[in-house]
Nanobody, 117 residues
Framework: QVQLVESGGGLVQAGGSLRLSCAAS????????MHWYRQAPGKGRWFVAS???????NYADSVMGRFTISRDNAKNIVYLQMNSLKPDDTAVYYC???????????WGQGTQVTVSS
């Protein structure tokens, strides 16, 4: 199974940018569709963005045009570039890998993003 480790979270002012990274190991990276989810305090975990091994992307409406997901299949890393951040983007961001063959999901430990107004 794949192991996922997120990094890059932190505190940023509204309007600023952050880039999250998720390093994968332990399995064939291209066997997975990669996702980013987020969970705000007291709320559920919500889809943010996804990317297939071929580079097809999908975004939640709330981040469309501000966030960009990408992946480097040679380095086994998926990124989330976040621009024009808003206080409502404050959440723990989780990387997830969904294995194509089994549809089983694997999760990282999460990284905190805090956007101050």
């Amino acid at each position: 199974q794949v192991q996922l480790v997120e990094s890059g979270g932190g505190l940023v002012q509204a309007g600023g940018s952050l880039r999250l990274s998720c390093a994968a190991s332990g399995s064939i990276f291209t066997d997975y569709v990669m996702h980013w989810y987020r969970q705000a305090p007291g709320k559920g975990r919500w889809f943010v963005a996804s990317i297939t091994s071929g580079g097809t992307t999908n975004y939640a409406d709330s981040v469309m045009g501000r966030f960009t997901i990408s992946r480097d299949n040679a380095k086994n890393i998926v990124y989330l570039q976040m621009n024009s951040l808003k206080p409502d983007d404050t959440a723990v961001y989780y990387c997830s890998g969904r294995r194509i063959s089994s549809q089983q999901n694997y999760w990282g430990q999460g990284t905190q993003v805090t956007v101050s107004s």
